[in-house]
């Protein structure tokens, strides 16, 4: 759903030059706590996927999990900042994991996304300011017929899954691997899953990453959107035009966001390369609460790097940042035939903060070792996963691995993650290592290199 909303803010503020009266048909709230919005400094907009069925249609309602009739509020499904950086001239998305544990001002300890149910904006952003630091001078939000007819207008989107997958639950039915076009409404499915399941050697394997998951496949999913959408409706005055009011007829904003701070975040992405927005996750670990429900902390030393350069915080003079395990995605990949391989390597990295794009099989089950594969520029983010690796792994470059980062293919040696990196810097190795003996498992369904 935050796909349609960036696209939806973005395109609006593009199509004012041509749709002008439209910009008053746009529902707009009051909210008097956010943050001053500064002329030249970074500007902050919260964007929230609600997963209220208020202007879904019967069936959708019906496929979505809830009634159309009552209370229909809903959640605040999905949390992202929209970060615009005016003099570095670059774009980035924080996401926000809906499960973290925090004070919600007047209510105690809650999961964030009840603060949106429980007080509406306005508490969700006093939430975010005040107990996370991150400050918040915009808002916008969407709900999901708008983001699936959005999609529907595009003529669906294309997305690399890295083995068949499903989700019971949101009604995700992929039988394939690959390269898969989606329709509105199975993008809906699969950007909504938290019960993501993949075809991993044999056997369903459910992704153990649940709402950390989901943020990567929302990420990824927004890379693609924006560059088809934004293509596309700029090329097509009939599409854009549609597109435009998809956006006015599904968008809800703070009532301070002006004309021009649309234009500002329009002209922002219309020169960007979507593949260069920086996309980062808070960094959390597991928690049960003592009333026994599973939750998500703040690991607040990793997260503070990032909620500084979200607020726009200059590091001291001569300081470099360091890299941090939650700026490198990683697509986990099963090449030893074992149950649940990739599936569980996947948790490990999670745990201790990379971001998984995705599981699924290798292009064969017998890789004796280990192998962390990295594209242009990633040498550094795949030295940092070796660093992690407990048996370490082969590093190997490799220019077609698209959306992720690094592709980790899970050899017979690996044996776990550490809990913090050694020192160690390995020399990148040749492409092409060898596998070892065939494995007696099924053919693998997935690929290695994604097709899209």
Request: proline share 6%.
């Amino acid at each position: 759903m935050i796909g349609l909303l960036i696209l939806a803010v973005v395109l609006t503020g593009i199509g004012y030059v041509y749709l002008r009266a439209q910009l008053g048909k746009i529902k707009r709230v009051d909210i008097p706590i956010l943050s001053e919005d500064v002329p030249g400094a970074v500007m902050n907009v919260l964007l929230v996927g609600s997963d209220s069925r208020s202007n879904v249609d019967e069936s959708l309602a019906e496929t979505t999990g809830k009634e159309v009739e009552g209370d229909r509020t809903g959640l605040s499904d999905t949390m992202m900042i929209l970060h615009i950086d005016p003099v570095a001239e670059s774009a980035a998305i924080l996401s926000i994991p809906r499960d973290l544990y925090v004070t919600i001002p007047g209510q105690g300890r809650d999961r964030i996304n009840s603060a949106f149910a429980i007080g509406g904006p306005e508490l969700l952003i006093q939430t975010i300011q005040e107990g996370l630091g991150i400050q918040v001078n915009h808002y916008a939000e969407v709900d999901f017929q708008g983001f699936k007819n959005i999609v529907d207008t595009v003529g669906g989107l294309s997305v690399y899954l890295a083995a068949p997958a499903r989700d019971t639950k949101t009604g995700l039915d992929q039988p394939d691997g690959g390269c898969v076009k989606l329709d509105g409404f199975q993008s809906l499915a699969y950007v909504r899953s938290r019960f993501y399941e993949t075809y991993e050697a044999g056997r369903w394997v459910q992704d153990p990453t649940s709402d950390i998951g989901r943020i990567q496949r929302q990420q990824d999913f927004i890379r693609r959107m924006m560059k088809k959408a934004v293509s596309q409706g700029l090329g097509n005055p009939l599409t854009l035009n549609r597109l435009i009011g998809i956006g006015v007829n599904n968008l809800t904003i703070d009532r301070t966001m002006s004309t021009k701070d649309m234009v500002t975040v329009a002209r922002r992405f219309k020169s960007l390369d979507p593949n260069k927005v920086d996309m980062q996750t808070l960094p959390a670990t597991d928690y049960t609460t003592p009333g026994g429900a599973s939750v998500l902390l703040l690991d607040e030393e990793a997260a503070q790097p990032l909620i500084d350069r979200i607020n726009g915080k200059e590091l001291p003079p001569g300081e470099a940042p360091s890299l941090q395990p939650a700026e490198v995605q990683v697509r986990v990949l099963n090449g030893n035939g074992i149950d649940g391989a990739a599936a569980a390597a996947s948790l490990a990295l999670s745990k201790v903060g990379f971001a998984v794009n995705g599981t699924g099989e290798a292009d064969s089950f017998a890789y004796r070792r280990t192998q962390v594969r990295y594209g242009p520029e990633g040498l550094s983010k795949a030295q940092l996963l070796h660093n992690y690796l407990a048996a370490g792994a082969d590093v190997v470059p490799d220019n077609t691995l698209g959306t992720a980062d690094l592709a980790l293919i899970v050899g017979a040696d690996f044996s776990g993650v550490r809990d913090a990196p050694t020192a160690a810097v390995p020399a990148p190795a040749a492409p092409g290592a060898e596998a070892g003996p065939a494995s007696s498992r099924p053919e693998p369904q997935g690929a290695l290199q994604p097709a899209c």
